[in-house]
């Protein structure tokens, strides 16, 4: 079968000319040939119309193969080298458009999850934003990075007085005893 043939140039990495194709393949008869008007209803006394010769190429990019281009010929002409050498070109460009495309999909789903995180981010933002409770933000040394609009209600202390101190702070002696009551 045809798949033979496209396995081996996969596998291999490399082209392979198919001339004779029709004695190499004269037990298939599921395949389906098409030409620029459509299938090829032309049929031989097995049924089935063959090509005289095939080029299969790998399609590769930057060294790894992912599938591979098979064209036939019906002419009576088998294919040659040269032949070969002007497809290449044609499965190097299918082979880059079907990694951009794949490396399309992998940054359209990027930035869906990035998308996605960001909105849960600003949703967790606006929460502690909008506590009821004074929420104070440190960070691993103990300073302060962060206290929401109650905590300064509640304080009298402005984000930029508090950033970048330790929450001790609170307990300087500066704050009157009723505001640690209602905190």
Same mark, same amino acid.
């Given at each position: /079968? =045809?798949?033979?043939?496209q @396995?081996?140039? !996969?596998r291999t990495g490399k082209s392979i +000319? +198919? #001339?004779?194709? @029709? /004695?190499?393949? =004269?037990? *298939? #008869?599921d395949m389906t040939f098409f030409n620029e008007k459509g299938p !090829?209803?032309?049929? $031989? $006394?097995?049924?089935?119309?063959?090509p005289n010769s095939a080029?299969?190429? &790998?399609?590769k990019y930057k060294d790894k193969v992912s599938g591979a281009l098979q064209v036939f010929s019906y002419r009576d002409t088998p294919y040659t080298m040269k032949d070969l050498r002007k497809l290449e070109p044609v499965a190097v460009l299918i082979a880059s458009a079907a990694e951009r495309a794949r490396l399309y999909e992998k940054a359209q789903k990027e930035i869906s999850?990035?998308? *996605?995180?960001?909105?849960e981010i600003r949703k967790l933002t606006k929460g502690i934003e909008q @506590? &009821? #409770? =004074? +929420? !104070? !933000?440190?960070? =691993?040394n103990g300073n302060i990075e962060y206290v929401n609009p109650f905590f300064t209600e509640l304080t009298g202390y402005t984000l930029e007085e508090v950033i970048g101190k330790n929450p @001790? +702070? *609170?307990?300087s002696g500066e704050t009157l005893p009723e505001t640690y009551e209602n905190m």
């Open positions: /079968r =045809s798949a033979k043939f @396995s081996q140039a !996969i +000319i +198919i #001339n004779n194709y @029709s /004695r190499r393949l =004269s037990e *298939l #008869n !090829i209803t032309q049929q $031989d $006394d097995t049924g089935t119309i063959m080029v299969i190429i &790998p399609l999850e990035r998308k *996605l995180a960001y909105d @506590s &009821p #409770n =004074s +929420i !104070i !933000i440190t960070g =691993s @001790s +702070i *609170l307990k």
